[in-house]
């Protein structure tokens, strides 16, 4: 399929990231075991888990949250001396973070800031951009332990909407709902401008001294 909207979670490519970072913080062992003992209806995940309070809190308490700050992150740094990279480990560690602001994970100040340097430069479709920025540089954007929401229409939702309501059932109805997806193939809309406006945003709050966790945009907010 590729993609199909330019919004956070609206492409194979960023379901391929999740579930290596699922992967990475074992969840796909302790969605194994759940659908052993006959758990059919438990997602475990980054992404739209079927309980974000117990992943949240196995997160925490496991110290894997850190641990995968900490490592992707690392990642992150060392892409700047591959020069085929093209902002990949950049683009995983923002989508990580997509996902741990949705669930209300506790997220220091400076993973923030990392975040807020980091997004706008690695390939992020226009409504990803978007969403982040809302996130990240609203003054009701992310607050540190309280869940945002972030979600984008599925591709299901987003093919029911392009026909008009009516259900879509057959592989066909999907066709018309390719876009460019992000390192793919085919290059997605010019988004120079969005984040010019983004990065200016990022360095005017910064030279406002605010209060620990408080984020105050000082230009106006895109629509």
Known sequence: MGAWGYGLFQSDHDYDEISDLDAAAGFHFMQKEAETKGE????????????????????????????????YTAEAAAAKTDKWDYGQREYRLCLMGACFMMLGCNLSDDFL??????????????DA??????ALNRPDGFKSGEPFDLSSPG??????EKSDDETVTSPADFEILNVP???GLFKGPDTSKL???MKARVEANRMVVHPKGCH????????
Do not use: W
């Open 40 to 71: 059919k209806h438990v997602r475990i995940s980054l992404y739209d888990p079927s309980d974000p309070t117990f992943v949240r809190k196995y997160l925490d308490a496991s110290g894997t949250l850190d641990e995968m700050i900490e490592k």
């Open 155 to 160: 591709l299901v939702e987003t093919a029911n």
């Open 195 to 197: 984040t010019r406006a």
């Open 181 to 183: 997806a992000p390192f």
């Open 129 to 134: 951009l978007k969403q982040l920025d809302a």
């Open 113 to 126: 800031d990392l975040l807020r340097d980091k997004f706008t430069g690695c390939g992020f479709m226009p």
């Open 216 to 223: 105050t945009a000082l230009l106006p907010q895109l629509t």
